[in-house]
Structure formats: structure tokens, C-alpha cells
């Protein structure tokens, strides 16, 4: 049964800072890793998708990677805002499957 | 613009009244989804279509029931045999169940209980 886990569960960085957010998933066969924001009381913004043949996607200030053999993936972020701050949630969809596993997110502060 | 429309964004109901929280997109997308978010727990999918007049059950599918009569829209009822209905409701789509396709979301409906 595929698990996903991602921490830390929150985390608060001075504006500027570059981080980096982690999500680790329990079984490899993926078709793809999606990340979300989401911003209090609001749905999920889709931020990046990487298929499970890609390692890596990028947009704007957000790069994300995927190792599937290890079953990971991070989130980076540079120049943090304070416009940043939502929480931040990884999915995967296992193969073979419908569905859409997510982990419970990382509450990102991003101080000014 | 194209995108996921759930209404009503807040819903009240009292003990033993059935609600229906409706979810519509013009994506085109043949996959629609509704997932239920409480806190500190990640999202737990109820129900799922792959195409219209299609669905199963997702991993916590008892008290809720659903439709899909046409393309756009997947609407989902909390019946009065969901024993705690008080939470955040999700409704997503994507444009085939197995592609590797983004998943996208509506903006919720919050559900509580009186």
C-alpha cells in the first residue's frame, strides 16, 4: 500500500532563504509526483508535475526533483517571499491505479 | 477560463439531513474525483469516475453517494449515515483516470454539522 510522508510538518524561514521541502513515497511504481499549494480555507493550486520518466521540473523560482529509486522527491524553493507562505502537499499516482496518494503537507512561514 | 467550480463554498446541515455539494468542470476531462480533507490528516479520497455513467468507491466511501450522468458534473451527497460529516470537501479532475495528467481542484466546500 503506498504511503506518502513529508516532512517537516512545519516549517518558518526568514524572507530570502533558499529551502527545501521533502516528500518520500513507500512504493516506486509511480506514473507521476504532482505538487500543490494551498492556501488557508482555499482548494489545491497545482504547482509542478513530474512524470515518473522525468527527474526533475522547473517554474520560476520552483524546481522540483524526483528519485524514484529511492522513493523521494523535493520541493525547492528560492528567494523565499512571504507570498510564499500556504501549506504544501506532494501526490502520487501509484500504477496501475486511479488514485492519488497524498502526504499531509508542509506548513511553510515565511517571515518578513 | 476553464476550471472546477464547487458550490456552495459553506454549507450548515443539521443531524439527519442528507446535503449535496455540487461539483462542475469545463476541462473537458473525463476523470472526476472527491476527496475529504480534515485536519492534520491528509486528503482521503471518497468516491471516483473514470467516465460518465461510471464510479467506485473510494477509501472512505461509506455515507456518501454520487452521480455521473453528464461529463461536467459529479455531484456528491453526505447522507445522514455519514457519522461525521463536519469537514472540508474537495472535488478534483483530470483529463483521463490512467494518463499522466495533472490533477487540478475546485476552491471546497465546507460542510459542518449543527
Known amino acids: 500500500k503506498q504511503e506518502v510522508t513529508q516532512i517537516p510538518a512545519a516549517l518558518s524561514v526568514p524572507e530570502g532563504e533558499n529551502l527545501v521541502l521533502n516528500c518520500s513515497f513507500t512504493d516506486s511504481a509511480i506514473y507521476n509526483l504532482q505538487w500543490f499549494r494551498q492556501d488557508p480555507g482555499k482548494g489545491l493550486t497545482s504547482l509542478l508535475l513530474?512524470?515518473?520518466?522525468?527527474r526533475e521540473q522547473t517554474s520560476g523560482r520552483l524546481n522540483a526533483s524526483l528519485d524514484k529509486s529511492s522513493g523521494r522527491s523535493t520541493l525547492y524553493i528560492a528567494a523565499s517571499q512571504p507570498g510564499d507562505s500556504a501549506t504544501y502537499l506532494c501526490a502520487v499516482q501509484t500504477s496501475g491505479t486511479y488514485k492519488y496518494i497524498f502526504g499531509t503537507g508542509t506548513r511553510l512561514k515565511v517571515l518578513a | 477560463d476553464g476550471g472546477i467550480t464547487q458550490s456552495p463554498k459553506y454549507l450548515f446541515r443539521k443531524e439527519g439531513q442528507n446535503v449535496t455539494l455540487s461539483c462542475e468542470q469545463n476541462?473537458?476531462?473525463?476523470?472526476m474525483y472527491w476527496y475529504r480533507q480534515d485536519p492534520g490528516q491528509g486528503l482521503r479520497l471518497i468516491y471516483y469516475?473514470?467516465?460518465?455513467?461510471?464510479?467506485q468507491k473510494g477509501d472512505i466511501a461509506e455515507g456518501y453517494s454520487v452521480s455521473r450522468e453528464k461529463k461536467e458534473s459529479f455531484p456528491l451527497t453526505v447522507t445522514s449515515a455519514q457519522k461525521n460529516p463536519t469537514a472540508f470537501y474537495l472535488c478534483a479532475s483530470s483529463i483521463t483516470p490512467l494518463a499522466t495528467g495533472e490533477l487540478f481542484f475546485g476552491e471546497g466546500s465546507r460542510l459542518t454539522v449543527l
Open positions: 469516475s473514470q467516465i460518465v455513467n461510471d464510479f
Open positions: 513530474i512524470q515518473s520518466s522525468q
Open positions: 476541462l473537458n476531462h473525463d476523470a
